[in-house]
């Protein structure tokens, strides 16, 4: 799925997300620790309800016997995108104008655009002050950047499908995109 169709689908499932029923709800309890679920609770249902779909693509392409720390690392990625304090509307202009302006320069913005753009950093130092495991907090860090996946801790296996789970490209794909 292209980075602009994940996106629009992100944007339109905002807007409809519903509580998470029962189920899910004990998918989340049973992938995270306590110190990870007090931050996962932090976040908006539209943000829950994408965490789980994430995790649940995850796990999907893990097996049933699949590592909690990678599910955790599904379900906690996006973290620092309440830390900006937008909603769906707001998002979509940040994104917008951090495209226009390069999300590196809109990184070191000291306004709610700049909040936003970096939430992977912002989420892994959430992460780290919780308490989450170690992995948890590596690809709160690295979910974005590629160039970040091999000091993760994580197998490069296994962040290729938690980026995969999230929407991003494949790597040759993300690659080629760039050259």
């Given at each position: 799925?292209s980075?602009?169709v994940?996106?629009?689908?992100?944007?339109?499932?905002?807007?409809r997300?519903?509580p998470?029923?029962?189920?899910?709800?004990?998918?989340?309890?049973?992938?995270l620790?306590p110190e990870e679920?007090?931050?996962?609770?932090?976040?908006?249902?539209?943000d829950?309800?994408?965490?789980?779909a994430v995790?649940?693509r995850l796990?999907?392409?893990?097996?049933?016997?699949?590592?909690?720390?990678?599910?955790?690392?599904?379900?906690l990625?996006?973290?620092?995108?309440?830390?900006a304090?937008l909603?769906t509307?707001?998002?979509?202009?940040a994104t917008?104008?951090?495209?226009?302006?390069?999300?590196g320069?809109?990184?070191?913005w000291?306004?709610?655009?700049?909040?936003y753009?970096?939430?992977d950093?912002?989420?892994a130092?959430?992460l780290?002050?919780?308490?989450a495991?170690?992995?948890?907090v590596a690809?709160?860090?690295?979910?974005h950047r590629?160039e970040?996946?091999?000091?993760t801790?994580?197998?490069?296996?296994?962040c290729?499908?938690?980026?995969?789970?999230?929407?991003?490209?494949?790597?040759?794909?993300?690659?080629?995109?760039?050259e």
């Amino acid at each position: 799925m292209s980075r602009a169709v994940h996106l629009v689908s992100r944007f339109f499932g905002s807007w409809r997300a519903r509580p998470l029923d029962p189920a899910d709800r004990a998918f989340v309890r049973l992938h995270l620790t306590p110190e990870e679920l007090r931050v996962w609770e932090t976040l908006g249902r539209a943000d829950r309800a994408e965490s789980v779909a994430v995790a649940r693509r995850l796990t999907l392409a893990l097996g049933p016997d699949a590592d909690s720390r990678y599910v955790a690392a599904a379900l906690l990625h996006d973290v620092g995108k309440t830390d900006a304090g937008l909603g769906t509307i707001g998002r979509a202009g940040a994104t917008v104008v951090a495209g226009l302006a390069s999300h590196g320069r809109a990184r070191s913005w000291p306004n709610a655009v700049g909040r936003y753009v970096s939430h992977d950093d912002r989420g892994a130092d959430l992460l780290r002050r919780a308490g989450a495991r170690p992995e948890t907090v590596a690809w709160a860090a690295a979910h974005h950047r590629r160039e970040r996946f091999a000091a993760t801790g994580i197998p490069l296996e296994v962040c290729e499908l938690l980026a995969a789970a999230d929407g991003e490209a494949p790597w040759p794909e993300a690659r080629a995109n760039r050259e």
